[in-house]
C-alpha cells in the first residue's frame, strides 16, 4: 500500500554550490544530489 506524505527536503552541496557560483544548476556537472529532508 503506498502512502502519500509530505515531506521537506533542501538541497545540499553540489546543488546549491551550482546555483550559488554557475546561476543554475546545469552550470556544473553532477552524476547525483545530496538532500537533507525532514519528515
Given at each position: 500500500?503506498?502512502?502519500?506524505?509530505?515531506?521537506?527536503?533542501?538541497?545540499?552541496?553540489?546543488?546549491?554550490?551550482?546555483?550559488k557560483y554557475?546561476?543554475?544548476l546545469?552550470?556544473?556537472?553532477?552524476?547525483?544530489i545530496?538532500?537533507?529532508?525532514?519528515y
Open positions: 500500500m503506498m502512502v502519500q506524505i509530505e515531506v521537506e527536503a533542501s538541497p545540499l552541496k553540489g546543488v546549491t554550490f551550482a546555483e554557475f546561476g543554475h546545469g552550470g556544473r556537472g553532477t552524476s547525483d545530496d538532500l537533507f529532508m525532514r
